[in-house]
């Protein structure tokens, strides 16, 4: 089964700690995303990675970092300079980034809690 | 910046009704618009894609219309049913990245 998987589903976090939550696709896509979701707003864009070895910050890219060593693997990085990290996490992944007939794939999602 | 806004935040209809959702952006250069469906707690399920130059397009009980000029798009859900209970967002593309709305949250009444 092609998909993207997104571990742990539910992660808990203390103060100044840095979490790494993961994302893995089999679908052999070149393009892959992070975003933010919080109660009663839309998506908002971490990180986004074109091809491997290259990624790009969005628009709160501020406490989080991320590496693309790997086509199928994009992690990202809650790190202690994140003042408000808790929210719902969503990787997706596109066969070509910003093509206009291509729609992302999203993983499961990862809710991430500070204690 | 491109602005999405959903209008209602919150829809109850019983079942057999049809729905129809309503997505507004403020910047028409976009490459696409979607809508995805989001069930609680989940991640999001791809419903519909219309391309800039398109002006809707069709999947089963689901229809979808854009109109590029005005900043709209709206969602039909023919004959709704309780499986349908969702919350539905609505996505433009500009400049290679997405912009989503908050979304509509839709109950369907048995």
């Known amino acids: 089964d092609g998909g993207i998987t997104q571990s742990p589903k539910y992660l808990f976090r203390k103060e100044g700690q840095n979490v790494t939550l993961s994302c893995e696709q089999n679908?052999?896509?070149?393009?892959m995303y992070w975003y933010r979701q919080d109660p009663g707003q839309g998506l908002r864009l971490i990180y986004y990675?074109?091809?491997?070895?290259?990624?790009q910050k969005g628009d709160i890219a501020e406490g989080y970092s991320v590496s693309r060593e790997k086509k199928e693997s994009f992690p990202l990085t809650v790190t202690s300079a994140q003042k408000n990290p808790t929210a719902f996490y969503l990787c997706?992944?596109?066969?070509?980034?910003?093509?206009?007939?291509?729609?992302?794939?999203f993983g499961p999602g990862t809710r991430l809690t500070v204690l | 910046k491109q602005e999405v806004t959903q209008i209602p935040a919150a829809l109850s209809v019983p079942e057999g009704e049809n729905l129809v959702l309503n997505c507004s952006f403020t910047?028409?250069?976009?490459?696409?618009l979607q809508w995805f469906r989001q069930d609680p707690g989940k991640g999001l399920t791809s419903l519909l894609l219309i391309q800039s130059s398109q002006r809707e397009q069709t999947s089963g009980r689901l229809n979808a219309s854009l109109d590029k000029s005005s900043g709209r798009s709206t969602l039909y859900i023919a004959a709704s049913q309780p499986g349908d209970s969702a919350t539905y967002l609505c996505?433009?593309?500009?400049?290679?990245?997405?912009?989503f709305g908050a979304g509509t949250t839709v109950t369907v009444r048995a």
């Open positions: 910047d028409s250069a976009i490459y696409n």
């Open positions: 996505a433009v593309t500009n400049d290679y990245k997405l912009s």
């Open positions: 990675s074109q091809i491997v070895n290259d990624f």
């Open positions: 679908l052999n896509h070149d393009a």
């Open positions: 997706a992944s596109s066969a070509i980034f910003g093509a206009s007939t291509d729609t992302q794939y």
